[in-house]
């Protein structure tokens, strides 16, 4: 079976290292943006696959995308649920109510849209030959990100619920569901949340294996879950934190 990945927010980040190893293993591949066009039009041009804007907070963004890489690729097979922001880091009392919204609306609703679109397509129930999906949840998830983005540790607990209940949900309709929960990986979204590009050197002592993660190494972790090798695997979470 011809095997097709969707990667919302794989223009970049964790997001491009998940296109790359995909099309490495062989998927034909979607990168979704959400701005950074360039960005997303180059790599998929580097991988073969193709770029498709939309915002994974709006449904009809999310319908459309599906609609898109069916049209050019052929009916979605796998999805690396993956867009996602921080905000503005600050305490929760000094925080925007524009910040909070915007990230609960792309982190927990727009990976709610993008699963419950994905389940329309891939269950077998509905006629769809099954599938896999993997959500990109956070180390904040349990560790709250005090100071920093609370609103953002909470949008990364609804992520890991949205796994346990929906990976039961439809395990009998041959969709598996699983989260991979990252460490501090190396991307832009540290130095776009604080502003403060040497906060990454004063986390790192507190990180047991003492250094930060790389975009590849969440995509390996992706790409398993999201893989055959991984058959008897649904509702997991799977920490890739340098044991943070
Ligand atoms: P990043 O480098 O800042 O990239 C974020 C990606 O999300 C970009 O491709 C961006 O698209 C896309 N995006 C943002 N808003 C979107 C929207 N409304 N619709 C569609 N796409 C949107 O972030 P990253 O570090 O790779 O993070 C990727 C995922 O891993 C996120 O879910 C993040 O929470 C999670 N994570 C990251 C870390 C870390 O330390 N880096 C740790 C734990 C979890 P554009 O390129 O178009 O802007």
């Not at 099309?23 to 979607?30: I, L, R």
């Not at 969440?218 to 879950?225: P, S, T």
């Not at 055959?228 to 943070?244: E, F, H, I, K």
């Amino acid at each position: 079976m011809k095997k097709i990945l969707l990667v919302t927010g794989g223009g970049r980040g964790i997001g491009a290292a998940i296109s790359r190893l995909g099309a490495k293993q062989g998927y034909a591949v979607a990168v979704n943006y959400h701005s950074d066009k360039n960005a997303a039009e180059a790599l998929a041009q580097e991988i073969g696959g193709i770029a498709i804007q939309g915002d994974v907070s709006k449904p009809e963004d999310v319908t459309r995308m599906f609609n898109e890489t069916e049209k050019h690729l052929g009916k979605v097979t796998h999805v690396a649920n993956n867009a996602g922001v921080t905000g503005k880091s600050s305490k929760l009392v000094d925080a925007e109510i524009s910040t909070i919204r915007d990230v609960i609306d792309i982190n927990l609703l727009g990976k709610i849209f993008v699963a419950r679109e994905a389940v329309k397509r891939m269950s077998t129930r509905l006629g769809g030959s099954g599938g896999a999906i993997v959500n990109l949840s956070s180390a904040a998830a349990l560790l709250g990100s005090p100071h920093e983005y609370v609103w953002y540790a909470a949008s990364k607990g609804g992520v890991e619920s949205l796994t346990y209940g929906l990976a039961k949900e439809v395990a009998e309709e041959g969709i598996r569901v699983n989260a991979v929960v990252p460490g501090m990986i190396e991307t832009e979204i540290h130095e776009k949340s604080t502003g403060d590009a040497a906060r990454v050197e004063r986390i790192r002592p507190n990180i047991p294996m003492k250094r930060i993660g790389l975009p590849e190494e969440i995509a390996e972790a992706v790409m398993f879950l999201l893989s055959d090798a991984s058959s008897y695997t649904t509702g997991a979470c799977l920490r890739v934190s340098g044991g943070r």
